[in-house]
């Protein structure tokens, strides 16, 4: 809610909060939020000065194929390169069908 005197100056900027039903003074809230700000960009079209904040994106580190082809597997993935013809079903089965005495 804007409060304007009777020559047009902005005198009271107050923000309402329908969630939660509370109303706001803008120079309670934030210097920038004040009336004589808003009075200026909208009376007097004098524009604030914003600083806003550079973004910077983090650095993320490169792999190349060749740093990935070094490392081993974990031995959790021996089983791709374990030849599957080695062994029977018996000994890949560790004699799970075989009861025992």
Known sequence: MVRRNNTGRI?????????????????????????????????????PNIKEPAISQPSLPTLKDADLLKEDPHQLFDFLTIDKHEGGLIEALDGLLIPKA
Do not use: C, E, P, Q
């Open 11 to 47: 005198y009271g900027v107050t923000f309402i909060d329908h969630n939660s039903k509370t109303l706001w003074n803008g120079s309670r809230l934030s210097k920038g939020l004040s009336a004589s700000i808003f009075n200026d960009y909208w009376n007097n079209n004098i524009k």
